[in-house]
């Protein structure tokens, strides 16, 4: 039972608990990583900049984000504050003391992250939205599941005990302690016996054995048509990221048996986590890339369309469902070979963030004038029957700056309205702040893949967070790119111009114009 003493306690609570559904829309997800994985993203980057593969302008913006973050942070003291200010003075080197006291300090922020969020709430001196993305994101950094932590708060709502806010984050400090990385055995099936040199080389279960390791784990055999089955040892946090990790695992091999023998291997739809409860489907769930203008607009066939788009589109599709770095490579190509200035491709980072930053407003908007008519029918009767999310969006704007929108039943939900409140008083510099927060993410992608294809590293450190990161906004931004090239005849530079004109034009004089940004219906 929570025991929430003011609204932003309670905003903070639904933003952290919505921020790990599977089922939230881009314009509510996580958008960033968390600072000590940003710390470790700068200690690797030094390093790697020594090597060659990258360059001091992408470790100096490292550098800067990470200095605006902390300044912030109710979580450092003035010390260490300080104390960062002076190693990121200049662009740290490799080996250096300012270098290992970057290390240093990441550590030391790390032991109590947490515990130190307690105590900001505790004091009142913390912001809703702030505390649920830093947190949240902290807590998939570690390694966890977004569906374990989903769960486990859900589950520590619901209990008897009463618990407040400072204590959940006390309580989640001790879930990280005591559920450190641990082995897990992973049962990877397949209908038939791929072709092997030597089978004494692979420890492959043969059909029988499968069954019986199956049973003695508490599974369910009935319908499991197993030929052979390899059983591997993933690192993980729960059962739900060593699944994700076979994953990755299964995808290895069979581009190893592609390329060995012409045949990938013919996996069973499920794996099996020994110690775990249930099967966990061999396909991962979806990273969210969605370019719903092809659905939309009847165009999933279409023949007409443009060769650089569609080449895109293949491109970007690798970003839904490929493997970590096949995912990165192809998400940026894709990225890159629309919006890439010919003299600097960094720059594709901060073009689609632009098109991503205009279409927010609208898509949240848009959501919740359809719940806001569902629950409230009578209050909201002016939204019936209006059909363009264009003109939903501005009067349900209208609504929210004459303070004519009713309460909404979810907190998470009210606390859309909030943002959208405070967006549409003040749009330049809230548009902006969003912008910035969004192109971070992209120019994260644009170095993992550049760590990837010239440095040949598949470990760094923000790897899968920025998979996690970027894959719904990517595809948020090659939807406006899409409905761009079909609906208005234009070339996706084209569109990045008006929309840094939108965004350099909007104020608080015209606040409806935040619907418009894209001039898209």
């Known amino acids: 039972m929570l025991n929430l003493v ?3 306690q309670r905003i903070a609570f639904a933003r952290l608990h919505e921020f790990f559904s599977e089922q939230k829309h881009w314009y509510r997800s996580l958008w960033g990583i968390g600072t000590v994985l940003a710390m470790d993203e700068l200690f690797e980057a030094c390093t790697v900049m020594k090597q060659g593969h990258l360059s001091e302008g992408s470790v100096k913006r490292i550098a800067s984000s990470l200095q605006k973050r902390c300044a912030l942070h109710p979580g450092f003291t003035t010390a260490e504050k300080q104390l ?4 990121v003075r200049q662009v740290p080197r490799a080996d250096g003391v300012a270098h290992f006291t970057i290390r ?4 030391r922020i790390s032991s109590d992250y947490l515990s130190r969020w307690a105590t900001a709430v505790a004091g009142n001196n913390f912001r809703a939205e702030h505390f649920a993305r830093h947190v949240g994101a902290h807590l998939l950094d570690a390694g966890f599941s977004s569906q374990f932590f989903h769960d486990w708060i859900a589950n520590r709502r619901d209990a008897p005990e009463s618990i407040t806010l400072a204590e959940l984050c006390e309580e989640l400090q001790d879930v990280i302690r005591s559920s450190p990385p641990r082995p897990f055995e992973v049962l990877i099936a397949v209908k038939s016996m791929p072709r092997l040199n030597d089978v004494t080389h692979t420890p492959w279960l043969k059909a029988a054995a499968v069954t019986e390791w199956l049973r003695q784990n508490g599974f369910e055999t009935r319908g499991v048509r197993a030929a052979a089955a390899l059983i591997v040892t993933v690192t993980a946090r729960d059962e739900v990221g060593a699944a994700h990790t076979a994953r990755n695992e299964s995808d290895r091999y069979s581009a190893r048996a ?6 990938p291997l013919d996996l069973l739809p499920s794996l099996w986590v020994r110690g775990g409860s249930k099967e966990f489907p061999m396909r991962a769930n979806s990273r969210g890339v969605a370019v719903s203008e092809l659905f939309r607009g009847d165009r999933i066939f279409a023949s007409d369309v443009g060769q650089d ?6 491109l970007l599709a690798h970003l839904e469902d490929s493997s970590p770095p096949a995912a990165i490579a192809g998400g940026w190509g894709a990225i890159e070979g629309l919006l890439a200035d010919p003299s600097d491709r960094a720059s594709a980072a901060d073009n689609l963030a632009t098109l991503v930053t205009c279409s927010f407003p609208r898509a949240e908007l848009t959501a919740l004038s359809r719940r806001a008519e569902r629950i409230f029918p009578n209050e909201c009767a002016e939204l019936t029957g209006i059909e363009t999310n264009r003109e939903r969006s501005r009067l349900l704007a209208q609504m929210i700056l004459e303070n004519r929108m009713p309460v909404m039943p979810s907190v998470a939900d009210q606390a859309a309205v909030a943002r959208m409140k405070k967006l549409l008083s003040n749009p330049n510099s809230e548009l902006q702040t969003i912008k910035d927060l969004i ?3 992209f120019h994260r992608l644009y170095r993992q893949r550049n760590l990837i294809l010239h440095g040949g590293r598949m470990d760094s450190v923000a790897l899968h967070a920025s998979l996690r990161t970027v894959a719904k906004l990517a595809g948020a931004g090659m939807d406006r790119i899409t409905h761009g090239h079909y609906e208005q005849k234009l070339r996706p530079l084209e569109l990045v111009a008006k929309a840094n004109m939108a965004l350099a034009v909007i104020d608080k004089a015209s606040p409806l114009d935040c619907v418009d ?5």
């Open 6 to 8: 003011n609204p932003a």
């Open 84 to 87: 960062l200010n002076e190693q």
């Open 104 to 107: 240093e300090l990441g550590q």
């Open 258 to 263: 592609l390329l060995a023998t012409g045949k």
């Open 309 to 314: 788009v569609d080449a895109a589109l293949e």
């Open 439 to 441: 192109a971070e993410s």
């Open 517 to 521: 940004l894209l001039e898209a219906t």
